[in-house]
């Protein structure tokens, strides 16, 4: 497999499939992947670490509103009685279901570590030392989330 | 039927109570093993517990491992609910004396019928 097709569409949005529509009802309209996206205004950027055999990060973007829609649903509750709190824990478990099927898919045996979630305007990442990227994007509930999966050059 | 959940994510342990509520079970929470091996002292054991992996303190691995080691409450049943998927993983933890094993994400319907195949 090359640097540049790791991990694929069809590797990917079946595992989204699964976490999203299957487990809490939320459409999920596969948009593909792309070199680069920006998420504008607040928003919610949260990680995972995979390390192993493999070694990456996955890193899952979203707006603060879907963020909040997200833990809505989850926490089966009114968006104006979730804490910020919840939308947390919301999307580290988001971040946790996602990182840990695809670590099933990535040559093993590898660990995943515990989610990180921050919140913030024009938040960014950067990994030190040379690494491939890919970026996927997907709509949940006509909103925009992104799936970034990075493998550190050392695999 | 008393239930322990534990799971670090609280989102987790609402959906896991919802579900084994619904079955007519009383459900008692925990944050993670340390606090789980507490809550199951204090509850004078448990009929069944749901159990994360990975989690902050003490993991699920090592709760199974200090529960199946502990006289008292060795005999209590324990299916794992998480998101490692791996074989081996699977093969670990059943070693360690998890009864079940169920990989995040999850439906309701797929829960309950892993407690039916449990006798529950």
């Known amino acids: ?25 939320m459409p999920m309209e596969a948009r593909g992947r792309v070199s680069e996206v920006h998420i504008d205004g607040r928003a919610c950027l949260c990680s995972i670490s ?17 963020a909040k829609e997200i833990g809505t649903v989850m926490f089966s509750t009114d968006a104006e009685a979730i804490s910020k709190a919840e939308i947390k824990d919301a999307m580290g478990e988001i971040t946790n279901m996602v990182g840990g099927n695809l670590k099933r898919i990535l040559p093993g045996p590898s660990a995943l570590s515990l989610p990180n979630v921050m919140f913030g305007s024009d938040l960014s990442w950067k990994v030190p030392g040379p690494a491939d990227i890919c970026i996927f994007c997907v709509l949940i509930s006509g909103m925009l989330l992104v799936v970034t999966i990075v493998r550190r050059a050392q695999n | 039927m008393k239930v322990l959940v534990v799971d670090d994510s609280k ?7 919802r579900i084994l509520k619904e079955m007519g079970h009383e459900v ?3 944050g993670d093993g340390q606090d789980a091996l507490k809550k199951v002292e204090e509850s004078g054991g448990v009929g069944l517990a749901l159990v994360d992996w990975n989690m902050p ?6 709760f199974v491992k200090a529960l199946r080691a502990d006289t008292r409450f060795w005999q209590i049943p324990v299916m794992m609910v998480t998101t ?16 079940n094993y169920v990989t995040k994400p999850f439906t309701p319907d797929v829960i309950q019928e892993k407690l039916k195949s449990m006798g529950f």
């Open chain 1, 50 to 66: 995979i390390t192993g055999t493999w070694n990456g990060i996955v890193l899952v973007q979203c707006s603060d509103a879907l």
């Open chain 2, 28 to 30: 008692v929470e925990a």
């Open chain 1, 1 to 25: 497999m090359s640097a540049e097709n790791f991990i694929t569409e069809e590797m990917l949005y079946p595992i989204l499939e699964d976490v999203f529509s299957t487990m809490f009802g």
């Open chain 2, 57 to 62: 303190v003490m993991n699920g691995l090592d």
């Open chain 2, 11 to 17: 989102v987790m342990r609402v959906i896991l109570s």
């Open chain 2, 84 to 99: 490692e998927t791996e074989m081996g993983q699977v093969q670990l933890a059943l070693q360690a004396g998890a009864n």
